[in-house]
Nanobody
């Protein structure tokens, strides 16, 4: 069955960096766009970043643009989120999702994604 497994979360001071990984199995990874969403405590899950199947296009929320970078390695079936200059407001559970492009999609909407991982916690202290 399809599995997405996130890793790399943890506790970091403001201004620090973390790299999240999302390892996929049970699917043809190169056929899926990948996205990262996050859910701060007591809030809705929100879009963070997405990358197309080939990695040729990336998309970011305004709140992380210039600080976070999404990339993928299709030979390793893994997507990554490099997070720099972290802020306390970045504290959240981070989830990766896989989207099989069957039409016009934005990659920024949670409902477009077919599969989700279990999440990894990122906590940024001030």
């Amino acid at each position: 069955q399809v599995q997405l497994v996130e890793s790399g979360g943890g506790l970091v001071e403001a201004g620090g960096s973390l790299r999240l990984s999302c390892a996929a199995s049970g699917l043809t990874f190169g056929s899926y766009a990948m996205g990262w969403f996050r859910q701060p405590p007591g809030k809705e899950r929100e879009f963070v970043a997405a990358i197309t199947r080939s990695g040729g296009r990336t998309f970011y929320s305004n709140s992380v643009k210039g600080r976070f970078t999404i990339f993928r390695d299709n030979t390793k079936n893994t997507a990554y989120l490099q997070m720099n200059s972290l802020k306390p407001e970045d504290t959240a559970a981070y989830y990766c999702g896989a989207e099989f492009t069957g039409g016009t999609v934005t990659l920024t909407t949670r409902s477009e994604y077919d599969y989700w991982g279990q999440g990894t916690q990122v906590t940024v202290s001030s």
